[in-house]
């Protein structure tokens, strides 16, 4: 029997590991440099929290653990061996979950592969973003493009799903340099790979650099749009078609955890600055957890909580799952959203986008079309009332 509060969206659990061996001057992601790390304070902390959770959601079948960063390959396994044993220990995990593991190239070694596979892990997900030792170091990345290829090579003589995260829309980029880059990439044969324009965050080193006028070869806006044009066209003839914006998949080998947060499911946040979402019995609540690691420590150390709490009410609920579904190439379940916000979208703003070509209402799901995807903020902007 379906357990009554297995929320629609599914539920999976997010651990945050904050350390990195140096900081990305594009990334503005919850990520720390620290010499040396005390891995069992760590995993018993991790631990801690996650036990924390067990009395409003213990029970529930779990559908995925993510472990992402920061640079979880620089984890001790048997840290991801210990957090994934609590999971198993509160809550039921799913013979075929999907646990996930973020690693970069330069973190990557057979030993420790072969630690994150015995502790667990089924699904890596391996941080390559260029394949140009001259963008590579532009990027801030520590490996080469040699380490990239044979990180992959080594992926996968451990883990049945590898995916491959690549940046575009980079400085001095070309179309034909992307082409062959994006090329190389599908020939490998992975079933996933996160593609990503490179957006320039304020609080980073590359925000820095461009308000100062410092941050050079940017495309601009219609050299980014062909780049994105030609990801869709590669991918698709790859038979690997964009399910979200940013991630494309051959059929059935889509990533289950983020398709946990673009589905409006529930999640819990585990880790320095994660956030999740959770169902308990007074309704939706929002958690954040401290974001500074030694900090965050300190509060689960002393046997307090370390993450805030806040309710979400109907009508926020409902605009995130907009907000997130609308990523998706399935779209958004009309009747859903209406569940959760006392209405359908508002019928004028839908008409209007979709006699521009931007939206389309099929199945009952209200989705993008391909020349609304490139546009999803517009389309928001749009749609969101107020």
Known sequence: MTDPRQPEGGFGIYVHWPFCAAKCPYCDFNSHVRQGVDHARWAEALCRELAGYAATTGGLQVDSVFFGGGT???????TVAAVLETVARHWRLRPEAEITLEANPTSVEAA??????????????????????????????????????QAIDIAREYFLRVSADLIYARQEQSLDDWRAELGEALDWGLDHLSLYQLTIEPETRFGELHARGKLRGLPDGELAADLYELTQEMTEAAGMPAYEVSNHARPGAEGRHNLIYWRGGAYLGIGPGAHGR???PGGW?????????????????????????????????????????????????????????????????????????????LAGRLRLTPAGRPLLNAVLRDLLPG
Do not use: C, I
């Open 285 to 361: 609540m929002a958690t954040e957890t401290l974001r500074q690691p030694e900090a965050w420590l300190a509060r689960l150390e002393a046997g307090a909580e370390a993450a805030q709490r806040a309710p979400v009410e109907p009508g926020d609920r409902a605009l995130e799952y907009m907000m997130m579904a609308l990523r998706l190439r399935e779209g958004m379940d009309l009747a859903r959203y209406a569940a959760l916000a006392g209405g359908e979208p508002d019928a004028a703003a839908v008409s209007r986008l979709a006699d521009g070509g931007f939206v389309e209402t």
């Open 112 to 149: 420790r592969f072969e630690g994150f596979a015995a502790a667990g892990v089924n699904r890596v997900s391996v941080g390559v973003q260029a394949l140009r030792d001259t963008d590579l170091h532009r990027l801030g990345r520590l490996h080469s493009v040699a380490e990239a290829r």
């Open 72 to 78: 979880p390959s620089l984890m001790a396994p048997q």
């Open 278 to 280: 959770v169902m308990t």
